[in-house]
Nanobody
């Protein structure tokens, strides 16, 4: 089992930045990791992923503005979010997985972009 805790969400003005953190209860060096988000009334969507060996990919909606990274020594995954817009308002979820069985989610953290 892996417990995940997200932090770093909050209220930010348009154009601002936030850094989300996801802390795992044990080592996740062999896991792939992702960030998803779910806006009100919408399905949860994958926005960024990082493999166990550090390869990254992004949804078009965040490419060039968001950066996913990981610190395996501290069992953490990060999402640096820049140039935020109101359309980025959502609950952000961390996910780590190795297989369909080893697939874990955090509880989510709210990000609100508003002036």
């Amino acid at each position: 089992q892996v417990q995940l805790v997200e932090s770093g969400g909050g209220l930010v003005q348009p154009g601002g930045s936030l850094r989300l953190s996801c802390t795992a209860s044990r080592s996740i060096f062999s896991f792939n990791a992702c960030w998803y988000r779910q806006a009100p009334g919408q399905k949860r969507k994958l926005i960024a992923g990082i493999t166990s060996d550090g390869r990254t990919n992004y949804a078009d909606s965040v490419k060039g503005r968001f950066t996913i990274s990981r610190d395996n020594d501290n069992s953490q995954v990060y999402l640096q979010m820049n140039s935020l817009t109101p359309e980025d308002t959502a609950v952000y979820y961390c996910n780590v997985y190795q297989s369909t069985i080893q697939d874990y989610w955090g509880q989510g953290t709210q990000v609100t972009v508003s002036s």
